[in-house]
């Protein structure tokens, strides 16, 4: 739950911190703060905030 909240902060904080989660786990399966702005500026796009290869996939990034 604590892991969470602190992503769901650090996604609408705007910010890509060098210690940010998106950049310590490997392979782009945790998006970031720059792909949930995207999530923000079009709709109907980015609709995994963890496993953000699932919208490359099916064609929502």
Not at 35 to 58: C, E, L
């Amino acid at each position: 739950m604590v892991l969470h909240v602190y992503v769901s902060v650090e996604d609408h904080c705007g910010y890509d911190f060098p210690w940010s989660t998106s950049r310590l786990i490997p392979f782009g399966i945790y998006g970031g703060p720059s792909k949930h702005d995207v999530h923000h500026q079009k709709p109907n796009t980015n609709f995994a905030p963890h496993f953000s290869h699932w919208d490359k996939i099916f064609g929502t990034h």
